[in-house]
């Protein structure tokens, strides 16, 4: 087989992160006031391994799936036990079977495939963190082709980019490590001094930043707004042009905060619908973008 036509693992971008939520229209109602998320399209499936009703909607210059689980399975116990919030992680990659030929032999389990073209791989071979490698393209969805959606008319905190996506490991430093190799790219900052609830570790998406957080403990609620008491997905941090306007402008409204920082405010999760978003103005060290 020649070089050009030699299949090959390669992670091109974020596709998008999902969030499983008890309720799709309070979520999807609550993030388009908020911080402008406008939904791409929407579907029901009762599939095994889909059992949602909801879809793609678009957050500064990347996508967001929201579900509502409807049939019984394992995102509805998600959303059961933990009342919702940040589920998974999908990544678009150039060939999945190259791609899960390499996760075979780095020891990663492949849990389900729902479709040919996306898989899922076991989260307790990735530290907790739940992910979708996928070569699904969507037609609305702008990576592909589909316009970006109009700006709303009334958004409190209007949001530019998704800054990152934030999850909780056991040893942030080493499963930046860790993910580099699994996801082919490169870890883009490593800090063994982070001040509770700052990311310790990044790793490359392609487009975007995983951002690698410490456990909380018993610190959860006042970092986060509710407790975590194991590693997973967790957060998608949204960048403003202007993170002291935003802020004001959400107090304004009377949307609740968890905690106000010079670089990053989180909302409560009981104000978006139960999923987990912080407002950063600025981009993280070593970011694929900058």
């Not at 116990?77 to 990659?93: C, K, N």
């Not at 870890?187 to 490359?204: K, L």
């Not at 690698?212 to 957060?235: C, F, I, N, Q, V």
């Amino acid at each position: 087989m020649s070089r050009t036509n030699a299949r090959r693992h390669h992670v091109r971008w974020l596709f998008h992160s999902t969030a499983m939520v008890a309720d799709y229209d309070l979520a999807v109602r609550n993030l388009a006031v908020s911080v402008g998320l406008s939904v791409l399209e929407y579907g029901e499936s009762d599939e095994p391994g889909i059992g949602r009703r909801g879809g793609m909607a678009w957050a500064g210059d990347n996508a967001i799936e929201i579900g509502q689980p409807i049939v019984e399975g394992a995102a509805a116990q998600f959303v059961s036990r933990f009342g919702g919030g940040l589920h998974s992680v999908a990544l678009q990659v150039e060939d999945l079977e190259a791609t899960m030929a390499h996760l075979q032999q780095q020891e990663v389990h492949i849990a389900a495939r729902p479709l040919p073209e996306m898989c899922f791989t076991d989260p307790r071979d990735t530290g907790g963190v739940f992910l979708q490698w996928s070569t699904f393209e969507l037609a609305v969805d702008p990576h592909f082709g589909g316009p970006r959606p109009a700006a709303l008319p009334y958004v409190l905190a209007p949001a530019t980019q998704q800054a990152f996506v934030g999850a909780l490991v056991d040893d942030p430093v080493a499963w930046a490590h860790r993910f580099a190799e699994l996801l082919g790219t490169n870890v883009t900052f490593a800090r063994t001094d982070a001040e509770p609830g700052q990311p310790a570790a990044g790793v490359s998406l392609g487009d975007c930043t995983l951002a690698l957080y410490p456990l909380p403990g018993a610190d959860g609620p006042a970092l986060w707004g509710r407790a975590y008491e194991r590693a997973r997905t967790h957060l998608v941090a949204l960048r403003v042009d202007d993170l002291g306007a935003a802020a004001g402008a959400l107090a304004q409204a009377g949307i609740p905060t968890v905690r106000h920082e010079a670089d990053l405010v989180v909302l409560d999760p009981a104000a978006t619908g139960g999923v987990q978003i912080a407002l950063t103005g600025q981009l993280l060290p070593g970011d694929p973008r900058h």
